[in-house]
């Protein structure tokens, strides 16, 4: 596979569920993000991750928690969450933070509808 | 801090006519600015991206947009819209800071009619 994968591409859960959301990146990049998109609302920048470093977290409550065990993979882990934590879930990739020729392109992966219940 | 307005959040063309999609950014630095579109039950993906040099700026699927200094715009514009280019269209400009995380805009639907 190219590109930019997450599963699952859809997800169901009540509020008292604990569940996963994977991203995984085949293009050798180095630094790896989360998003959450809302209707209405703009892109929200939740994690951002460079060469497996945790490097910003925005204020996000910590129902929400990230791991990047490498530079390929990319988690998000959900506990407790709320109906108003409804969103689609965007994974992105890019050559790492600091590259100034490609002035950080981002890919973004299709994204997990997430509906909390 | 550096942000993007886009105006309008919706625009309704009629295939073969000319789209327009404005663009305003803030900025305290010359600024690197990006559109993205979003396709029905896809993720965003890179259209063009101005940095430095020639200001007006090709991308794929025939856009292209313009960078103006003096009006803080970087407008996306087509000559002539098709069915396909119906989707959410995301303005970017980098962030101040050393990294090159972008901050986008609320989106602008394009809405093509037969």
């Known amino acids: 596979e190219t590109g930019v994968t997450q599963t699952p591409r859809h997800l169901v859960m009540g509020m008292t569920n604990k569940k996963s959301l994977k991203c995984e990146q085949h293009?050798?990049?180095?630094?790896m993000y989360w998003y959450k998109q809302s209707a209405k609302k703009p892109l929200e920048l939740m994690f951002v991750?460079?060469?497996?470093?945790?490097?910003e977290n925005n204020s996000v409550p910590s129902r929400f928690s990230p791991e990047c065990p490498n530079s390929s993979h990319l988690f998000l882990h959900l506990h407790t969450l709320q109906p108003e934590d409804s969103a689609l879930y965007l994974c992105?990739?890019?050559?790492?933070?600091?590259?100034?020729?490609?002035?950080?392109?981002?890919?973004f992966g299709a994204g997990s509808r997430l509906t909390v219940l | 801090a550096q942000s993007v307005t886009q105006l309008g959040s919706h625009v309704s063309v009629s295939e073969g006519a000319l789209v327009l999609l404005r663009c305003n950014y803030s900025?305290?630095?010359?600024?690197?600015l990006f559109w993205y579109v979003q396709y029905p039950n896809q993720g965003l993906q890179l259209l063009l991206k101005?940095?430095?040099?020639?200001?007006l700026v090709n991308g794929i699927n025939g856009f292209e947009a313009e960078f103006k200094k003096s009006e803080t715009s970087f407008h996306l514009t087509k000559p002539s819209a098709h069915m396909s280019d119906a989707a959410e269209y995301f303005c970017?400009?980098?962030?101040?800071?050393?990294?090159?995380?972008?901050?986008f805009g609320r989106g602008t639907s394009l809405i093509v009619h037969p």
């Open positions: 992105a990739s890019s050559q790492d933070l600091m590259r100034i020729s490609g002035a950080n392109v981002l890919t």
């Open positions: 293009l050798g990049h180095n630094a």
């Open positions: 991750y460079n060469f497996k470093e945790q490097t």
């Open positions: 900025s305290s630095v010359p600024p690197y």
């Open positions: 101005y940095t430095t040099g020639a200001t």
């Open positions: 970017a400009v980098k962030r101040s800071g050393g990294s090159y995380i972008p901050t």
